[in-house]
């Protein structure tokens, strides 16, 4: 039986989607959107899990903006669009008393520290809080991607990928009315019905690393909380085998 008073996970890797920063009214950056999402982390934090972050820029730039532009460079201003979205987040963390680094794939040492996988590791270790900037520092990678590479350099037990969607559906639910969401779904369901909850790289470096991933909505950002704590919520991304034995 689930305790729903204590984590559920020692280690997590949270992906925000940039959407989620701009809030309802669409603006680039809403500080008290912001705010309300470091707090439920903060909570987190406090009951003693290790937070990682990482960050998107939709709410800024899309490489697909810039799709009569060079491929690369329209990618490499999403990456720099990233840091501005960390930057916000540490700003608010610090505001509530956190210690925080952002650590970036590209080097820009004036804002942040290059990332280091064992330097990231000690942070989380003696208590701070992280944010990975810039992607895996490539074009032609989502932070999707970024975040289940960071999440297997770090060990994390699990992707926590908080979305403008509840979960993952048979069909989009903007769409159809009739479209019914997972509890759990396999990698392979998302791989061969193309779905694009999440990137394919994505889901496949998951699957082949055995990640555990969580998919579920952020208009409350205290789901947040619900999913450190093994609440029922959101879409659950397992190996088919584990499925299967839990059926059994």
């Known amino acids: ?18 959407e989620a920063l701009a809030g309802k009214d669409r603006n680039i950056l809403n500080y008290d959107v912001v705010s309300d999402i470091c707090e439920s982390i903060k909570e987190c934090y406090n009951m003693g899990v290790e937070m990682s ?3 998107g820029a939709g709410n800024i730039w899309r ?26 987040l540490q700003d608010a963390f610090g505001q509530l008393g956190l210690e925080v680094r952002v650590m970036t794939a590209i080097e820009m040492k004036e804002f ?6 064992n330097r990231a590791v000690h942070h989380l270790e003696v208590g701070r809080i992280v944010i990975f900037g810039c992607g895996i520092g490539n074009p032609f990678f989502s932070t999707d991607t970024a975040a289940v590479m960071r999440a297997a350099e770090i060990n994390a037990d699990i992707v926590m990928l908080a979305k403008n969607v509840d979960g993952i559906y048979d069909c989009d639910p903007r769409k159809f009315a009739d479209a019914k969401k997972f509890d759990e779904v396999d990698y392979m369901y998302i791989l061969n019905h193309g779905l694009t909850v999440i990137d394919s790289t994505a889901a496949s470096f998951s699957k082949d690393n055995n990640i555990p991933l969580l998919i579920f909505g952020l208009d409350d950002p205290r789901n947040i909380i619900r999913a450190v704590k093994g609440e029922k919520i959101g879409t659950m991304v397992k190996p088919a085998a584990e499925q299967q034995m839990k059926l059994l």
Request: aromatic share 6%; proline share 4%.
């Open 1 to 18: 039986m689930v305790d729903y008073c204590k984590p559920k996970y020692k280690r997590v890797l949270l992906k925000l989607s940039g």
């Open 53 to 55: 972050v990482v960050v």
């Open 112 to 117: 942040a520290e290059p990332y280091i996988r």
């Open 63 to 88: 490489g697909r903006q810039g799709e009569k532009m060079d491929r690369t460079r329209a990618d490499h201003m999403g990456m720099l669009a990233t840091v501005i979205n960390a930057l916000a």
